[in-house]
């Protein structure tokens, strides 16, 4: 990947590859989770999804698409640590496939729906922005009725400001946002957020460069340099919540006390794969297969905030019992409790799972990103490398500095005691 710098804190990733038939351009724009407005955002992403000036329905930009031979086009909300990224992605047919100029009219797309939204007079089209807001209404409401999304949402909201300020916004904060508070988020996000550009396919580089600096104008962004984000929390809480619900949810918390940046990375993905990750896991085979205490049951690393969640579904009358056994299994991998046979499959597994994540665009622009965010030596090959070199001792290590913060559950109404 080429980076070149074409204004302050704008910055353009060449990915030249033949692995793809499409030509991919990703804008994402970053600025600090604590300097915005979470529901002023959402709002964003569905409104800057679905139409602009010169599209200005959902049939407008349907048949717009189709003259790209179906691009496909996203807005996306996304944290990464302490930052929240917005990022506007259009995918087409590379022109060589059709003998067409499709790249042209792939960048003036992209410049209409991000430079030239259906605001007028100051505000968004207030058709358009009632219609918004009662559909995220209805889309938080939808998602809090699936008591998994719910217990993990509300886990999020216990644990810290930094965790709080991440959880998806409250019917509330959606219904008291206004037009004024969305044109606001719109101008902070073009004005000040940081900007990285991506392109990813098969491409001439200095000819789609001189394109996009032809038709984009870019003004100097604030840097942001901190992005990884700690955890910290002191003490182990455990919150019980009822619902009338038929199976009951267990979110269980963990601080790593360790982010991608530490020398300890490649060992804790390989822990968590041993603690909870993979269908060989202690947590699985323990708690799921040879004692049926739950439906489903996994664990999930989040290196970026240095967090590991293991979320559950049980029947609430086995609630005890499958916390204690979690917490086992955790004592287990920190006391080198797994053969050199299991470790050495959660290595294959751990290394499989990244090799296949670059056979997607979008995968491999989620892999970019991270190299931008953090540095070169995040490349998988690096990480792979680093993974093969791992020892027993290197998982018992990083997994003694795991912690448990924080354990919610959403009770099923008549196992509450």
């Given at each position: 990947m080429k980076t070149l710098e074409i204004s302050k804190n704008v910055n353009l990733h060449h990915h030249k590859t033949e692995k793809f038939n499409d030509i991919t351009l990703s804008f994402r724009y970053k600025n600090l989770i604590s300097n915005t407005n979470r529901a002023a955002r959402t709002f964003l992403t569905q409104i800057l999804n679905d139409t602009c000036i010169a599209y200005p329905t959902k049939d407008a930009v349907t048949r717009c698409l189709d003259t790209l031979y179906g691009s496909n086009y996203k807005v996306?909300?996304?944290?990464?640590?302490?930052?929240?990224?917005?990022?506007?992605?259009?995918?087409?047919?590379?022109?060589?496939?059709?003998?067409?100029?499709?790249?042209?009219?792939?960048?003036?797309?992209?410049?209409?729906?991000?430079?030239?939204?259906r605001i007028m007079n100051g505000l968004f089209d207030e058709t358009l922005f009632k219609e918004m807001k009662e559909r995220l209404v209805l889309m938080i409401q939808s998602f809090h009725d699936q008591p998994g999304n719910h217990a993990n949402d509300q886990a999020k909201r216990l644990f810290n400001t930094t965790q709080e300020l991440k959880a998806l916004p409250t019917i509330e904060e959606i219904k008291s946002c206004t037009n004024e508070d969305v044109v606001k988020a719109y101008h902070q996000l073009i004005e000040d957020d940081a900007l990285?550009?991506?392109?990813?396919?098969?491409?001439?580089?200095?000819?789609?460069?001189?394109?996009?600096?032809?038709?984009?104008?870019?003004?100097?962004?604030?840097?942001?340099?901190?992005?990884?984000?700690?955890?910290?929390?002191?003490?182990?809480?455990?919150?019980?919540?009822?619902?009338?619900?038929?199976?009951?949810?267990?979110?269980?918390?963990?601080?790593?006390?360790?982010?991608?940046?530490?020398?300890?990375?490649?060992?804790?993905?390989?822990?968590?794969?041993?603690?909870?990750?993979?269908?060989?896991?202690?947590?699985?085979?323990?708690?799921?297969?040879?004692?049926?205490?739950?439906?489903?049951?996994?664990?999930?690393?989040?290196?970026?905030?240095?967090?590991?969640?293991?979320?559950?579904?049980?029947?609430?009358?086995?609630?005890?019992?499958?916390?204690?056994?979690?917490?086992?299994?955790?004592?287990?991998?920190?006391?080198?409790?797994?053969?050199?046979?299991?470790?050495?499959?959660?290595?294959?597994?751990?290394?499989?799972?990244?090799?296949?994540?670059?056979?997607?665009?979008k995968s491999c622009l989620t892999l970019d990103y991270r190299e931008v965010l953090f540095n070169d030596s995040l490349r998988i090959e690096n990480v792979i490398e680093k993974l093969r070199q791992c020892t027993k001792e290197d998982c018992i290590n990083a997994f003694k500095q795991v912690e448990p913060k924080l354990t919610y559950c959403l009770m099923q109404e008549d196992h509450h005691e």
């Open positions: 996306l909300r996304d944290t990464y640590g302490k930052l929240d990224v917005i990022e506007f992605r259009l995918s087409t047919l590379n022109g060589n496939v059709v003998n067409e100029d499709l790249l042209t009219k792939q960048i003036d797309v992209l410049n209409e729906f991000i430079y030239h939204p990285d550009i991506f392109v990813l396919g098969n491409y001439d580089e200095e000819d789609v460069t001189a394109r996009i600096q032809s038709k984009f104008k870019f003004n100097e962004k604030h840097s942001i340099l901190d992005v990884l984000d700690k955890n910290i929390r002191e003490n182990h809480d455990e919150i019980i919540e009822q619902k009338a619900i038929s199976q009951t949810r267990v979110v269980m918390m963990f601080t790593t006390n360790q982010t991608m940046l530490d020398e300890s990375y490649p060992a804790i993905l390989l822990a968590n794969g041993l603690f909870g990750s993979f269908p060989t896991s202690y947590l699985f085979q323990e708690v799921r297969e040879k004692r049926s205490l739950c439906y489903s049951i996994s664990s999930r690393i989040d290196n970026y905030d240095g967090l590991i969640t293991v979320q559950t579904a049980i029947d609430g009358k086995n609630y005890e019992e499958v916390k204690d056994l979690i917490l086992k299994q955790l004592q287990r991998i920190k006391e080198g409790d797994f053969d050199d046979e299991l470790l050495e499959t959660t290595k294959k597994m751990n290394i499989n799972i990244l090799r296949s994540s670059i056979d997607s665009q």
